[in-house]
């Protein structure tokens, strides 16, 4: 089968080291504890791929995400033998977005120059805050001076396309210090900015300090928020997401698969794909994990979930993903795909939200406002169903 | 011959205060006369439901027959009634009392007389009965047995030396109860020639019988195939069974005579044709008076009940309309509350009674409720001279039409240590309470009375007495008629829009107190919505609390890391199922619990 004729697939690579743990962070990172250890899941996940050369030779790759933890952390060998397998166990397409996540001051010119000939053309970027007082209670290894010179290594290795990382609702954030950080982002001129709130998760440094330091009020995020998609519209980037914003030509194309309900493929400890109708993840364990891929006789289960998506929760989740994007949700391919109206279904619900101004209805197209966005969870599970949705005869929401 | 036989019946009680031991020396008893063997034995043989060996209170009487051989030699029938233990059920104590000659009066020889040991006490000597003190738990260290007999002596004024002294739980002394209960109570009296009457002391529905009547013959006798006359009503059945109950059913017998206790049945549909109380008496040549004492027993608190599932109206009527088979005293009629959607208004005697039907309607048959805050009844008089009983608040009348309004007053006796004397006058001052008098039992303990709003009481009174005297002090009260009060209605208005289901009747001077803390609790409990709910107290037009809930702005997962759809999934699952359940009040949208956290009454108010 050639290329062109394939079906397109994101591929996400999980690397779960970091030079240390944030204090807000409960992805599943750690830091190795030797080089070996980083080599041995190197070849682990390497051997996963492998593993996956049958069941994926009907896909071709149009993006390719190494994400982490910090994926930069584990230096470049070991990332240019990754890229290697990829290569050898998938045919990804020729234009794909390679994209790495990168922290700063784990970064050098030498090492961009040398992932960008291998093909990487997308660096994404950990800044969070260009206050040092705020990434000082994230517990973040680096200063903005350190982010600046990384950023300034990836421009001069020629890496056209940039994100960087930004957060808000920091311990001693303001909204004047939110401000400067907007500012000196935009300054520096990268091509995407994504935008997180801070979440207080328990196990976390951070959570077990929620009492004693000084977090912004809700109200204050609320106004942060706003502020940063208005800010950030004037000066280029329009919101495309609840927490992302780009250029013109430069939305994260891999990102999207996820919010457009499109195939991707996580390999790694604790990755998570949505492949052949299926949503599942990788177990947890890094050891488990290890083991089973290298003693195919041992028999350890690597899938941790593993559910096939009914048609029902198909739309349920078609709605809740379509909302999180500007541009919404289309009532003609909603019917397209699913074989129902979604004004006969929702619009009733929807219509105190665009009184409101939570959300907006036109051309045959549903979207949130950013004000809505910020309480999509309250709006989604209000008109929500999953799988109560009667006897409606349906399609299955497969394209 | 018949005369011969009743020398050898006693029939008696067991009455003392909540936990003093009356079921476990039920059990003692009929174990010593093997009446049951031990390994049949389950703790409380005698409280048949669930709930009560639960509780460890006794909410129906019981009554069973026990042979007992003597050591005299002599072979006696020993019917033991049992009878229920809370101040909610003092009529149905009184009539199962009135079919004894005796009662034991057992008390707790490390806690002394309890308020309801009095009351219960009273009842027993106003029933005309031989009481005997039974002294229990002298094989606890604290126990003080001369304290206790000396206190029986003084304020009831009973001689209770040389009583049994016992231990219900190990079984010591169970012989000198035996004995006493021979010796001091006496055999039944009456005249089997004379016209049937029959004191009706307990009735239960079984759905093969129908209603199982519980009587104690006084005069006269009955057998299958008469055809008798309940004398209050005049309603006639014929006799299907008599018989006798023993801890493990019913075992007829051909007939029942004077001084005997057995049951009847005759075919009748439901116990509210069988009033406890009731006599019953031949259809032909009957008795020309019923026996004294007889009344129907009013509710005193009524509650709306309404399934938290609107969809389960009906399943909730025929609940309630099953536990009525049993529970003469439960009413109920249909309402409908804007808020809650269809339900009932019920009466109950009082509150524990009320929190048994919510109980048994939840774990029987598997509903949820919402109740609304309970109620008393208020008789207002209006302008034009019309009486208006009114049991639902939010059918008060309006205040211009009002002439005068009175509300239930009950008699209160509470005993308490002498240490709390100051505190439990604080409270009774507090909940409106007007002091009568105080007397000490002891050195340690004193009896207060006092006439106290019956509103007061429900309200957390008890609750507030146990937290303020660490749990010492005991409550007895009985109603003592209606007085005029100063009565307003208070609204609760969410978003602008009154809550009919929150409304209550409160005295004037609590009105500011407990509408102010009615309404942080709301704002406590209401979730926030993508508005401001403003929370108004009113009376009439008149806003006397307010509170915001703030509006929610920010509800959002941002990050979705690495394509994790299914924990977002989840999160709205999860979120979704919460809202199922909210009830819409008006614009607001309350979930039950919130609800029930708001009525729950808690602490100091």
Request: glycine content about 8%.
């Amino acid at each position: 089968m050639q290329t062109m004729d394939k079906k397109r697939l994101g591929l996400y690579l999980h690397i779960p080291f970091c030079r240390s743990k944030c204090a807000y962070c409960d992805f599943f990172s750690l830091v190795p504890s030797n080089e070996d250890l980083v080599e041995r899941y190197i070849n682990a996940l390497i051997l996963h791929m492998h593993s996956y050369r049958t069941g994926a030779k009907d896909y071709a790759p149009d993006t390719v995400f190494i994400g982490g933890g910090t994926p930069t952390s584990i230096g470049t060998d070991m990332l240019l033998k990754l890229i290697r397998a990829v290569r050898r166990n998938f045919s990804v397409i020729r234009g794909a977005e390679w994209t790495v996540e990168a922290n700063p001051a784990t970064v050098d010119v030498a090492m961009l120059n040398r992932l960008r000939r291998a093909g990487v053309n997308r660096l994404s970027m950990g800044l969070q805050s260009a206050n040092n007082n705020e990434l000082a209670a994230l517990s973040r290894i680096h200063r903005r001076q350190d982010f600046e010179a990384s950023f300034r290594a990836a421009r001069r290795a020629r890496i056209g396309n940039i994100n960087v990382d930004l957060m808000f609702g920091i311990p001693y954030q303001t909204r004047q210090s939110f401000l400067k950080t907007l500012r000196y982002v935009v300054h520096l001129g990268p091509e995407h900015v994504s935008l997180y709130d801070l979440m207080l998760e328990p196990g976390t440094q951070l959570y077990a300090q929620r009492q004693t330091l000084p977090f912004p009020s809700e109200d204050e995020e609320v106004d942060m928020y706003l502020t940063a998609v208005d800010f950030l519209a004037q000066h280029g980037y329009a919101q495309y997401e609840i927490s992302n914003f780009a250029r013109p030509g430069y939305m994260c194309r891999h990102n999207l698969k996820y919010w457009n309900c499109e195939e991707y493929l996580g390999l790694g400890v604790a990755a998570h794909s949505f492949f052949m109708g299926n949503r599942f993840s990788f177990i947890r364990n890094l050891d488990r994990y290890m083991n089973g891929l290298e003693i195919p006789s041992s028999a350890i289960r690597l899938t941790d979930q593993n559910d096939a998506v009914s048609p029902r929760e198909r739309l349920g989740e078609y709605i809740m993903l379509r909302f999180r994007l500007a541009a919404g949700l289309n009532v003609r391919e909603f019917a397209r795909l699913f074989g129902v109206s979604f004004e006969q279904l929702y619009g009733r619900k929807m219509q105190p939200y665009i009184q409101g101004g939570y959300a907006t209805y036109k051309n045959g197209v549903y979207a949130l406002t950013p004000k809505g966005m910020f309480v999509s969870n309250y709006i989604l599970s209000d008109i929500l169903e999953f799988a109560d949705l009667g006897q409606i005869n349906m399609f299955d929401g497969t394209r | 011959m018949a005369g011969e036989r009743r020398k050898h019946i006693r029939n008696f009680s067991i009455i003392a205060h909540i936990d003093h031991g009356k079921s476990t020396l039920a059990d003692r008893i009929l174990e010593f006369s093997n009446t049951v063997q031990q390994r049949d034995m389950e703790e409380q043989l005698l409280d048949n439901m669930d709930l009560e060996r639960e509780r460890g209170i006794t909410i129906k009487a019981r009554a069973v027959r026990i042979s007992y051989s003597a050591p005299d030699g002599e072979t006696y029938e020993l019917n033991l009634i049992d009878t229920p233990g809370h101040v909610d059920f003092n009529y149905e104590v009184s009539r199962s009392l009135n079919a004894c000659e005796g009662a034991l009066l057992v008390v707790d020889a490390t806690q002394g007389i309890q308020a309801q040991t009095l009351a219960n006490a009273y009842l027993a000597v106003d029933a005309g009965l031989e009481i005997v003190p039974v002294i229990n738990k002298i094989d606890l260290a604290s126990a003080d047995p001369d304290r206790v007999i000396r206190e029986i002596e003084d304020v009831i004024g009973i001689p209770a030396e040389g009583c049994p002294r016992i231990s219900a739980k190990t079984g010591l002394n169970i012989p000198d109860v035996m004995e006493a209960i021979l010796r001091d109570i006496p055999a039944p009296q009456g005249d089997e020639n004379a016209p049937l009457r029959c004191l009706i002391f307990d009735s239960v529905y079984n759905s093969y019988l129908g209603v199982v009547v519980y009587v104690r013959v006084k005069d006269g006798t009955v057998r299958a195939g008469d055809r008798i006359r309940l004398m209050s009503t005049g309603a006639e059945f014929d006799v299907v069974e008599v018989g006798y109950m023993d801890p493990f059913g019913l075992k007829p017998l051909d007939v029942l005579s004077a001084g005997d206790v057995g049951y009847i049945t005759a075919s009748i549909k439901t116990v509210s044709d069988t009033r406890v109380g009731d006599t019953i008496t031949s259809a032909a040549n009957g008795a020309d008076t019923p026996l004294p004492g007889f009344k129907s027993v009013l509710p005193m608190v009524y509650a709306g009940i309404y399934p938290a599932d609107g969809a389960r109206y009906g399943e909730t009527k025929d609940a309630l309309e099953k536990l009525q088979l049993n529970d003469a005293a439960l009413v109920f009629e249909p309402e409908t509350s804007a808020a809650l959607g269809f339900g009932f208004r019920c009466g109950f005697l009082g509150l524990l009674h009320m929190e048994i039907i919510e109980e048994r309607l939840e774990r029987e048959f598997n509903l949820d409720l919402i109740t609304t805050a309970p109620s008393v009844i208020y008789e207002v008089t209006l302008h034009d001279g019309t009486v208006v009983r009114v049991d639902n608040p939010s059918n008060y009348p309006a205040p211009e039409t009002i002439e005068f309004a009175a509300e239930p007053i009950v008699a209160a006796n509470i005993i308490t240590p002498t240490e709390y004397v100051g505190n439990i006058m604080d409270l009774c001052q507090d909940r409106r309470g007007t002091f009568i008098d105080m007397k000490y039992i002891d050195d340690g303990r004193a009896e207060l009375h006092y006439k106290l709003p019956l509103n007061e009481i429900i309200y957390d009174f008890f609750d507030t007495m146990k937290s303020r005297t660490k749990g010492y002090a005991s409550l007895d009260y009985e109603l003592a008629g209606y007085e005029p009060s100063e009565l307003v209605k208070l609204d609760f208005l969410l978003n602008g829009e009154i809550v009919d289901a929150l409304t209550f009747i409160v005295h004037k001077d609590k009105a500011y107190p407990r509408a102010r803390k009615i309404a942080e609790k709301l704002k406590d409990n209401i979730p926030r919505q993508l508005f401001e709910i403003p929370i108004q107290a009113a009376i009439g037009s008149k806003i006397i609390a307010r509170e915001t809930v703030k509006a929610l702005r920010k509800d959002v997962l941002a990050k979705c890391y690495g394509g994790d759809i299914t924990r977002k999934k989840k999160l709205l699952e999860k979120q979704k199922e919460g809202k199922k359940k909210m009830r819409q009040l008006g614009s607001v949208q309350v979930s039950p619990e919130a609800f029930m956290a708001v009525l729950r009454l808690d602490d100091e108010s």
